[in-house]
C-alpha cells in the first residue's frame, strides 16, 4: 500500500512492536490516544487528516477503541533564513546557501548587496524564505552541533520565537546563546567548591538542601532578600508560561535569574558557609532544574559537578523547583506617586502601611513638597500596592 497508509498508523505499532498476531494488542489502549502531536502547516493534510481517518478505519474494523489518535495538536512555526540566486538567461536560478555568500550592509543592519565567496562575483537577494533543499538555504544541524554543541542549538531554538510562530535564523542569535551558556558555566564554575561542601554539609535533607531553612531565610540583608524574590519571581513566571508552552519567556526567565545571581559576584566566591552562599545554592539549584529540559546536557554537568546530585540524586529524576511564597514577601513597597493624575516621582513605605501613613509618607515626600509648590491637598487617592495621587 501507498506509503502514506504506513505513516498514519506507525505511532500505534510503538506502542506493542512484538506484537505478532495483529497490528496492535491491548498495550496500544493502554498509551494512546497520544497526548500531544506536534506539526508544520505541511502536515495539516499529508499526515494529520490521513492518520484521523487509518485511525477511524482501525476503530470500523474492531482494532482501536477510540476515535481520535491525537488528544492536542500544536501547529509550529516554519524556520526561515535568507536566500541568495543568480538568474541565467533563461530566467532559471541557481540557488547559493547563505555560508558561501558574503552580505553587505547599511548602517541599520540592512542587506545592501552580496557577492559569492568563491569567484566575489554579485549574487541577488531573494529575501527570507521558509528554510528548503530548493531554495538552498536550509541550516545543518549537524554542523551547529559540532560548532556550538547540541545545547546551544536548543537554547537558541527554544528562546528565538514561541513554537507556534515562525522562527527567523540568525547566526548572532546562536552566538548570543553560546555567551548565555558560557556565563551559566562561569558562574557554576567560581561557586562550584563552595556549593558542594555546604551541600555534602547538610547532605541528610536530601533535596532540601539546596532550599534556604526558615531561619536562615529570616537573617538575610535587604539585598540578599531582594535577590532570592527576583529567584522565585522568575521561577513563577516560568511555572506559568510552561503549562502554555511559551518556552521563549522560559528562556527569558532563566536568563533573569542568571543576571541576578551574578549579581553575588563574579570576582569571588565565598570562601565559607555565608548567607550569600546560602542564596547562590539556592538560586542555582532551582536554575539548573528550569533550564534542564531545554539544555539537557550542560545542565546535567553542573548539577554532578556541584554536589546537587549526591543530595537529590539525578537531575532528570530531580523534583521541580517549588515556589517559595514567604520569599515573595516584601517588607517595603514603591509606590508611584501622581500629583494631579501626574506622576512626579515615587515613595517606600512599609509593605503593611495602612491608609493614613502611606498618605502621611506621600506628603511627607520630597517629591511632593517639589512637585505642589505649597498648595493645598483637596483629596488623596490611594490604589493599593500600586499608586497614590494627590489631587491639589
Not at 146 to 166: K, N
Not at 195 to 203: D, E, F, T, V, Y
Request: proline share 5%.
Amino acid at each position: 500500500m501507498d506509503t502514506f497508509v504506513d505513516s498514519s498508523w506507525y505511532f500505534m505499532r510503538y506502542c506493542s512492536p512484538d506484537a505478532s498476531a495483529a497490528m496492535v494488542d491491548a498495550r496500544n489502549d493502554y498509551w494512546m490516544p497520544m497526548d500531544q502531536y506536534i506539526g508544520g502547516i505541511e502536515h495539516a493534510v499529508l499526515h494529520l487528516l490521513y492518520a484521523r481517518f487509518w485511525t477511524r478505519v482501525m476503530r470500523d474494523v474492531g482494532l482501536v477503541g477510540f476515535d481520535e489518535p491525537f488528544s492536542n495538536l500544536l501547529t509550529q512555526g516554519m524556520v526561515l533564513n535568507d536566500t541568495f540566486y543568480r538568474e541565467d538567461n533563461s530566467g532559471r536560478r541557481t540557488w547559493f546557501h547563505p555560508d558561501d555568500v558574503d552580505v553587505a550592509h547599511d548602517d541599520k543592519g540592512r542587506p545592501m548587496g552580496a557577492v559569492l565567496k568563491s569567484d566575489h562575483e554579485p549574487v541577488s537577494l531573494g529575501g527570507i524564505e521558509k528554510m528548503s533543499k530548493s531554495k538552498n538555504n536550509g541550516i545543518d544541524p549537524k554542523a551547529q552541533i559540532e560548532q556550538y554543541g547540541a545545547d546551544t542549538a536548543r537554547l537558541f531554538t527554544m528562546f528565538a520565537s514561541p513554537p507556534e510562530q515562525t522562527l527567523e535564523w540568525s547566526g548572532s542569535g546562536v552566538d548570543g546563546a553560546q555567551r548565555f551558556l558560557r556565563r551559566l558555566w562561569n558562574f557554576a564554575y567560581l561557586h562550584h567548591q563552595p556549593i558542594a561542601a555546604r551541600l555534602n554539609n547538610r547532605a541528610g535533607d536530601g533535596l532540601g538542601a539546596c532550599a534556604l531553612k526558615k531561619a536562615e531565610a529570616e537573617h538575610l540583608t535587604e539585598a540578599l532578600r531582594d535577590l532570592r524574590r527576583e529567584i522565585h519571581i522568575n521561577l513563577r513566571q516560568a511555572d506559568f508560561d510552561f503549562t502554555r508552552r511559551q518556552f521563549n519567556t522560559v528562556v527569558s526567565a532563566a536568563m533573569k535569574m542568571l543576571n541576578t545571581l551574578e549579581s553575588l559576584g563574579q570576582s569571588k566566591a565565598p570562601s565559607t558557609d555565608t548567607p550569600s552562599l546560602a542564596v547562590a545554592t539556592e538560586g542555582l539549584g532551582i536554575l539548573l532544574r528550569l533550564l534542564a529540559p531545554v539544555v539537557p546536557h550542560i545542565t546535567h554537568a553542573l548539577w554532578v559537578e556541584c554536589g546537587y546530585a549526591r543530595v537529590g540524586g539525578e537531575l532528570i529524576q530531580a523534583a521541580w523547583p517549588q515556589v517559595e511564597e514567604d520569599a515573595l514577601l516584601r517588607s517595603q513597597i514603591t509606590l508611584v506617586l501622581q500629583i494631579n493624575g501626574k506622576v512626579r516621582g515615587s515613595i517606600s513605605v512599609p509593605a503593611d502601611a495602612d491608609g493614613p501613613t502611606i498618605e502621611a509618607n506621600a506628603l511627607a515626600s520630597e517629591a511632593f513638597q517639589r512637585a505642589a509648590s505649597g498648595q493645598t491637598p483637596k483629596k488623596i487617592i490611594h490604589v493599593a500596592g500600586r499608586l497614590v495621587n494627590v489631587v491639589v
